[in-house]
């Protein structure tokens, strides 16, 4: 068990308890409190961790007002992954969201899909297609609203000194940037957008150096 007392600078005293592996291996029990003496307000919250080889699971209750209490957990087997996250109001008995994912990760690439609330949906896609050249893409649209959101990008590394990225999403917006390193610690990017569906419209222009000193 480990405790920890805190006081700052805006007059707030804090506890912290923690104990792990007490109970169960893998187990964290935290508790976090702070009292403010000037006004005699109390706030708290509570945290479960418990981890293993293959889950992760997360439960945060929040003691001020209600009290919420929050959930996530994420599990994984043979590169599959599934996760799971929810906020609940004990004081109204209503679930305030709740959110899945699901993704599935290859030697190459990696997918990934969500739902969120039962209104959002969406994914996104990554792929090593070669040792200097990647791709990835996403989407995503919500019910009772038109059309959806996507993008597609791509890297490509002609030689170890260049990079060169582009990404359009569903605005018709098309952008670059090329990126040389001009040394260890030195490196120029020049970045350029515009819109396709309209030529007319203002066109962005960027340069950028990026040092990086030795220490």
Request: hydrophobic share 40%; aromatic share 12%; glycine share 10%.
């Amino acid at each position: 068990m480990v405790l920890t007392e805190k006081w700052n600078t805006e007059n707030l005293l804090g506890t912290i308890v923690e104990i792990q592996d007490r109970f169960a291996r893998g187990l964290k029990l935290t508790l976090d409190s702070w009292y403010a003496p000037h006004n005699g307000k109390r706030s708290g919250r509570v945290k479960v961790e418990w981890v293993n080889r293959n889950v992760t699971c997360n439960l945060d209750v929040c003691l001020d007002t209600g009290p919420q209490v929050s959930f996530c957990g994420v599990t994984g087997l043979h590169g599959w992954l599934m996760g799971v996250q929810s906020a609940f109001d004990v004081s109204s008995s209503q679930l305030k969201s709740l959110s899945f994912a699901f993704g599935r990760v290859g030697t190459d690439y990696v997918l990934h899909s969500y739902v969120n609330d039962a209104r959002e949906f969406g994914g996104s896609f990554y792929h090593s297609v070669a040792h200097n050249l990647e791709i990835g893409a996403m989407f995503s649209w919500m019910t009772g609203e038109p059309g959806a959101r996507f993008g597609l990008a791509m890297k490509y590394c002609p030689t170890q000194d260049l990079e060169l990225k582009a990404k359009v999403d569903h605005d018709s917006r098309l952008a670059f940037a090329l990126t040389h390193h001009l040394s260890k610690r030195l490196k120029l990017t020049l970045s350029s957008q515009f819109g396709m569906a309209s030529f007319s419209e203002g066109h962005k222009y960027g340069i950028g150096l990026n040092f990086h000193p030795c220490c």
